[in-house]
C-alpha cells in the first residue's frame, strides 16, 4: 500500500538511481471483453511468462530505477498467478493494475497489497457502456467491483476513455464519481499507427470513438484543472491537462516523447519497448547490457521526435521530465492518496 514510509523509500531509490520511473507490463494477451476501440481481443495469445521470469524482471525494473508500475493487458486478472505477482510488485513499486470490472470481485486477496486498482469504465450510461465494452451486463458488473472493492478498504478508482463517444459526459462521470470519493484518471482515445514490427497491438481506428470536437477537448480539460484545484480525487496533473488541450487548439505539441527514458513497456513474453507501438529493443533479461549503451541513448533521442500518437500516458510521463518530474507526479499523487486514505477510513 501507498503509505508515507513507501514514499520515502521510492524517493531515496530515485536519488539513488536517476533513470526510467514508469513501466506498462501488458502482463497478458488474453482478454474476456470485445471493446470496440481495441484489438487486443481480435489476437489473443496464451503465451507468457512464468511467475518466476515476472519476478525475476521485476527486479531488473527495480535495479534501473523504475519507481511505479502499471499491470494491464488483456486483462491481467486473468492470470492464475496474479496475485503472487501483485505481491512482489507492491513491495517495490507503486502498483496499479487494470481490470474491466469482470474479475476484481473474485480477486479480492490479490487484490489487496496494490496500490489501485483500475476498473475501465466509460459512461453512466449502461447500454452505451455495454455497447463500448461489447458485452452485455458490463457496466452492472463495472459499478459493483466499484462498490465492493471500496467496501473491502481496496484503494478502487475508475478509468474512462475519453472519446467522441464520450466527450460531453466527462465532467458529469468525473463529478459522480468524485462527489463518492471515488478516483478517477483518464485514457484517451488513439489507435496505433501502422507497423510491422511493433511490440504490442492495442488500438484499433474506431471513427465513433475518434475526437473530431477538439474544442469541446479543450474546454474538458479547462473545467478539470479547476476542478482538481479543490477536488483531490482526480487523478491527473495540470501540466498533462494543458498539453491536451493546446493539442487540441493548436494541433502542437508542448512535449518531446520521453520513451525509454522516462517510461517503458515490457509484453507479455517479456519484450521491452520504448512504447508499445515501438519495435521491441531488448528482453527485460537482457536490459541491463545495454540500458546505458550509446545505441540506447541514440535511440531515446530519435523518440523525441516521434509525433505519432497521443496515448495520454505517454503524455503524462513525457511532459513530467526527469528527477522533478519524478518527484511533481509522487508529490501530487500522494496528496491524493491522504485524501484517499481519509475517504476510506470513513463510516
Known amino acids: 500500500m501507498m503509505t508515507a514510509s513507501k514514499i520515502l523509500s521510492l524517493a531515496k531509490r530515485a536519488l539513488k538511481s536517476p533513470g526510467t520511473y514508469h513501466a506498462q507490463w501488458f502482463l497478458t494477451?488474453?482478454?474476456?471483453?470485445?471493446?470496440?476501440?481495441?484489438?487486443?481481443?481480435?489476437?489473443?495469445?496464451?503465451?507468457?511468462?512464468?511467475?518466476?521470469?515476472?519476478?525475476?524482471?521485476?527486479?531488473?525494473?527495480?535495479?534501473?530505477g523504475v519507481l511505479e508500475i502499471v499491470f494491464s493487458g488483456g486483462n491481467p486478472l486473468l492470470r492464475d498467478d496474479i496475485g503472487e505477482i501483485l505481491d512482489y510488485a507492491s513491495k517495490y513499486f507503486i502498483t496499479t493494475v487494470y481490470d474491466n470490472g469482470s474479475i476484481a470481485v473474485n480477486k479480492l486477496n490479490e487484490l489487496r497489497k496494490v496500490d489501485f486498482v483500475a476498473i475501465s469504465l466509460d459512461t453512466l450510461d449502461e447500454k452505451k457502456n455495454d455497447y463500448l465494452k461489447g458485452v452485455n451486463g458490463a457496466w452492472r458488473k463495472a459499478m459493483e467491483a466499484i462498490d465492493v472493492l471500496r467496501s473491502e478498504g481496496i484503494h478502487v478508482g475508475v478509468s474512462p476513455t475519453i472519446s467522441q463517444m464520450n466527450l460531453y459526459e466527462i465532467i458529469d462521470f468525473t463529478k459522480y464519481f468524485t462527489e463518492r470519493r471515488i478516483p478517477v484518471w483518464y485514457c484517451l482515445y488513439t489507435y496505433d499507427y501502422p507497423s510491422e514490427n511493433r511490440t504490442f497491438s492495442i488500438g484499433q481506428r474506431n471513427d465513433e470513438y475518434e475526437i473530431t470536437d477538439l474544442k469541446a477537448l479543450a474546454e474538458v480539460c479547462d473545467t478539470l484543472i479547476r476542478m482538481k484545484k479543490e477536488n483531490k480525487y482526480i487523478y491527473i496533473t495540470k501540466k498533462t491537462l494543458e498539453a491536451v488541450k493546446h493539442l487540441a487548439l493548436t494541433g502542437k505539441r508542448l512535449w518531446k516523447c520521453k520513451a525509454l527514458k522516462n517510461f517503458l513497456v515490457v509484453d507479455h513474453l517479456g519484450r521491452v519497448s520504448g512504447c508499445h507501438v515501438r519495435e521491441p529493443v531488448s528482453s527485460i533479461f537482457d536490459l541491463p547490457k545495454i540500458w546505458r549503451s550509446p545505441p540506447m541513448n541514440e535511440l531515446r533521442r530519435n523518440y523525441e521526435q516521434c509525433t505519432r500518437c497521443i496515448y495520454l500516458c505517454y503524455i503524462f510521463y513525457s511532459v513530467h521530465t526527469g528527477l522533478p518530474g519524478a518527484f511533481n507526479i509522487l508529490l501530487d499523487q500522494w496528496k491524493s492518496v491522504k485524501a484517499y486514505l481519509k475517504a476510506s477510513e470513513a463510516p
Not at 476501440?37 to 527486479?59: A, F, H, I, Y
Open 29 to 64: 494477451r488474453k482478454c474476456n471483453y470485445r471493446c470496440r476501440g481495441c484489438n487486443v481481443w481480435m489476437d489473443q495469445d496464451s503465451d507468457e511468462l512464468s511467475t518466476e521470469d515476472v519476478k525475476r524482471g521485476l527486479d531488473i525494473l527495480c535495479d534501473i
